[in-house]
Nanobody
Framework: QVQLVESGGGLVQAGGSLRLSCAASGRTFSGYAMAWFRQAPGKEREFVARINRSGDMKSYEDSVKGRFTISRDNAKNTADLQMNSLKPEDTAVYYC?????????????????WGQGTTVTVSS
């Protein structure tokens, strides 16, 4: 079993920055592609960013491209999401997820493990 724990959420003013971190248990972290999703009140869970196993391929949802950066450190079993130029519409619960499959996907159904979520609130 893989356990994922997110941290780093909080309250920030528009234009500010936050760095979210996902800490994974176990020794199989490097075998998973990692992704961040978010879910705002009343909305479906939305893909935010994905990074492959080796960390050399990244993808982003259009609305965060250029503002958010996903990264990973396989030696530390962590995956981070650096969020800059935050907007009120970024307000959501952010979830870290792990995918053993080798094919790129934005679908939450393809991710085997999930963290508990960390709340990001951006005030205007």
């Amino acid at each position: 079993q893989v356990q994922l724990v997110e941290s780093g959420g909080g309250l920030v003013q528009a234009g500010g920055s936050l760095r979210l971190s996902c800490a994974a248990s176990g020794r199989t972290f490097s075998g998973y592609a990692m992704a961040w999703f978010r879910q705002a009140p009343g909305k479906e869970r939305e893909f935010v960013a994905r990074i492959n196993r080796s960390g050399d391929m990244k993808s982003y949802e259009d609305s965060v491209k250029g503002r958010f950066t996903i990264s990973r450190d396989n030696a530390k079993n962590t995956a981070d999401l650096q969020m800059n130029s935050l907007k009120p519409e970024d307000t959501a619960v952010y979830y870290c997820a792990a995918d053993w499959g080798g094919i790129y996907t934005r679908s939450p159904l393809e991710y085997e493990y999930w963290g508990q979520g960390t709340t990001v609130t951006v005030s205007s």
